[in-house]
T-cell receptor
Framework: NAGVMQNPRHLVRRRGQEARLRCSPMKGHSHVYWYRQLPEEGLKFMVYLQKENIIDESGMPKERFSAEFPKEGPSILRIQQVVRGDSAAYFC????????????FGPGTRLTVT | GQQLNQSPQSMFIQEGEDVSMNCTSSSIFNTWLWYKQDPGEGPVLLIALYKAGELTSNGRLTAQFGITRKDSFLNISASIPSDVGIYFCAGLGAQGAQKLVFGQGTRLTINP
């Protein structure tokens, strides 16, 4: 399966812990995006990355949230000191770049903060 | 920021009926994408539109990029049970911008 892969699919954290969400883009895709979805709502853009570069993080909260897409390995969305309001579904998408703007989504990570 | 207004929010139809939904915005978008999301899953891309006035089909689905570039429509013909789900429109705004702006979704329910 050459689709976007995310893990874990479900993650439970206590308040104050750290959450790490991983995303492997589709083969041949060099652009990665992270979105957050609250229940009964549409997806909200968080951050756009290319290999080793953050291109647009305008949707990312200024504190506790960070993202990276290293030269080797998956993209990581990291949430430090999680709070209940961080509970949501986090989706990763990828696109090939080069003027092709279609974004393909992974199955998501559902984060629950207790 | 840019916003998309998607309507209707929900639809209850009989199997075999045609479905129409739309997205509007006060801002211009250069690309429109339509996605379907099933419970517990990620959005699946249905149709991509790149030119104002463009009409594109994918099986029983047809989508149009409005000529004003501020709206888009999705039609589903002869609905079947597997069409049940939430449909989202998404737009890309400024030239080269990569962040998708999503509508609130249309929840489609089909009575057999």
């Amino acid at each position: 399966n050459a689709g976007v892969m995310q893990n874990p699919r479900h993650l439970v954290r206590r308040r104050g812990q750290e959450a790490r969400l991983r995303c492997s883009p589709m083969k041949g895709h060099s652009h990665v995006y992270w979105y957050r979805q609250l229940p009964e709502e549409g997806l909200k853009f968080m951050v756009y990355l290319q290999k080793e570069n953050i291109i647009d993080e305008s949707g990312m909260p200024k504190e506790r949230f960070s993202a990276e897409f290293p030269k080797e390995g998956p993209s990581i969305l990291r949430i430090q000191q999680v709070v209940r309001g961080d509970s949501a579904a986090y989706f990763c998408a990828s696109s090939p770049g080069g003027g092709l703007y279609e974004q393909y989504f992974g199955p998501g990570t559902r984060l629950t903060v207790t | 920021g840019q916003q998309l207004n998607q309507s209707p929010q929900s639809m209850f139809i009989q199997e075999g009926e045609d479905v129409s939904m739309n997205c509007t915005s006060s801002s211009i978008f250069n690309t429109w994408l339509w996605y379907k999301q099933d419970p517990g899953e990620g959005p699946v891309l249905l149709i991509a539109l790149y030119k104002a006035g463009e009409l594109t089909s994918n099986g029983r689905l047809t989508a149009q990029f409005g000529i004003t570039r501020k709206d888009s429509f999705l039609n589903i013909s002869a609905s079947i049970p597997s069409d049940v789900g939430i449909y989202f429109c998404a737009g890309l705004g400024a030239q080269g911008a990569q962040k998708l702006v999503f509508g609130q979704g249309t929840r489609l329910t089909i009575n057999p």
